[in-house]
């Protein structure tokens, strides 16, 4: 259920950040358009801001998404200068979340091994393998695929830093987790750009996104609610 409702904000406050232009101080803006104000400000290009949001962890693509099409005002352009704004920005946000990805699959191990000799190290990826594996643990069955499908939804518990800690704790190979995962964030990216294209039709969506997944979810509660006190019953009868 709260999965579900996790994915219908993040959809809808994607379709929703190029509606509204921040203010100049990002009082009103996501973390990624607050992000992507402050380098701005700096005086990097708009370029290097989106890449570097798009490989920070929980703000990803799917912030990196969004805050792009504001910096570079996509709602204000037409035609094939639009097209070329959100190709542009899609483009970076996939290649800034996939950055920290070979290097988290191929380090992981060895850094967590090692730190975990500390009680401070241990407590961390005790926490973090833990959280990680109660994250992805629908995933396992389908391992690639699964994996895929895990990194695609733009979550903030899920995408390319997420899927690359998962496919370590579940043994796959560096070619498989890197295909899954690269799959994965491009679908992702499609995902949010066309949410952000679509300003309030992308928030209806989501919302009746939100709809059918809170349902859902809450009709699968009440079936396993339902099903506990008939098989509390059965166990209950003497054996003839």
């Known amino acids: 259920m709260m999965r579900a409702i996790w994915l219908a904000l993040c959809l809808v406050c994607a379709a929703l950040s190029t509606e509204a232009a921040p203010s100049p101080s990002g009082e009103h803006a996501s973390i990624g358009e607050r992000l992507a104000l402050g380098l701005e400000e700096a005086g990097l290009p708009e ?10 962890p929980i703000v990803e693509l799917r912030g990196a998404v969004p805050a792009g099409h504001v910096l570079m005002d996509v709602p204000s352009l037409a035609g094939p200068a639009r ?23 191929l380090l992981l191990g060895p850094v967590s091994r090692w730190l975990m000799r500390f009680p401070a190290g241990k407590t961390f990826f005790d926490w973090l393998f833990a959280r990680t594996r109660r994250k992805s643990a629908s995933i396992e ?34 070619r498989h987790a890197m295909l899954s995962i690269f799959l994965g964030v491009l679908i992702s990216g499609i995902i949010m750009t ?24 809450l009709r699968r509660k009440l079936n396993g609610l339902s099903e506990k006190p008939e098989q509390a019953g059965e166990s209950e009868r003497p054996e003839t």
Not at 196 to 209: D, E, H, R, Y
């Open 194 to 217: 066309t949410l952000s294209l679509m300003g309030w039709w992308g928030a209806v969506i989501a919302g009746i996104a939100l709809l059918a997944l809170a349902l859902g979810a």
């Open 47 to 56: 370029e290097v801001v989106i890449f570097g949001i798009a490989t920070l």
């Open 141 to 174: 069955k389908y391992e690639t695929l699964g994996l895929t499908v895990f990194v695609s939804i733009p979550l903030p518990v899920t995408g390319g830093w997420t899927g690359a800690v998962a496919a370590f704790l579940m043994g796959l190979s560096f």
């Open 83 to 105: 097209a070329a704004a959100s190709v542009k920005i899609y483009a970076l946000s996939v290649a800034g979340n996939m950055l920290p990805v070979p290097f988290i699959l």
